[in-house]
Nanobody, 115 residues
Framework: QVQLVESGGGLVQPGDSLKLSCVASTSNFMLYELVWYRQAPGKARELVAAIAPGGITVYEDFVKGRFTISRDNSKKTVYLDMNSLKPEDTAVYYC?????????WGQGTQVTVSS
């Protein structure tokens, strides 16, 4: 069973930045497409960004130009650099892989953007 441990969230003001990290306990980390999802209160989980094994990245429109996903295969870690944060970015952020996400999901890391 793969363990996912997300960290780096917090309470910030609009316009601030945060960097999230997620460590996955799998020896095949480098083979997978990794993703960040988020879930706001009362809403469904939604995809934020993805990074392929070769480094190609994809972003949802609502974070393009503000968020950057990256990976360090030697550390089995995927990152999400978040800049120009908005109140609507408030959510619990989760990492996983696609397709066939690992089960169970990690506990996520809470990001709250508020003045």
């Amino acid at each position: 069973q793969v363990q996912l441990v997300e960290s780096g969230g917090g309470l910030v003001q609009p316009g601030d930045s945060l960097k999230l990290s997620c460590v996955a306990s799998t020896s095949n980390f480098m083979l997978y497409e990794l993703v960040w999802y988020r879930q706001a209160p009362g809403k469904a989980r939604e995809l934020v960004a993805a990074i392929a094994p070769g480094g190609i990245t994809v972003y949802e429109d609502f974070v393009k130009g503000r968020f950057t996903i990256s990976r360090d295969n030697s550390k089995k870690t995927v990152y999400l650099d978040m800049n120009s944060l908005k109140p609507e970015d408030t959510a619990v952020y989760y990492c996983n892989k696609e397709p066939a996400p690992w089960r169970p999901w990690g506990q996520g890391t809470q990001v709250t953007v508020s003045s």
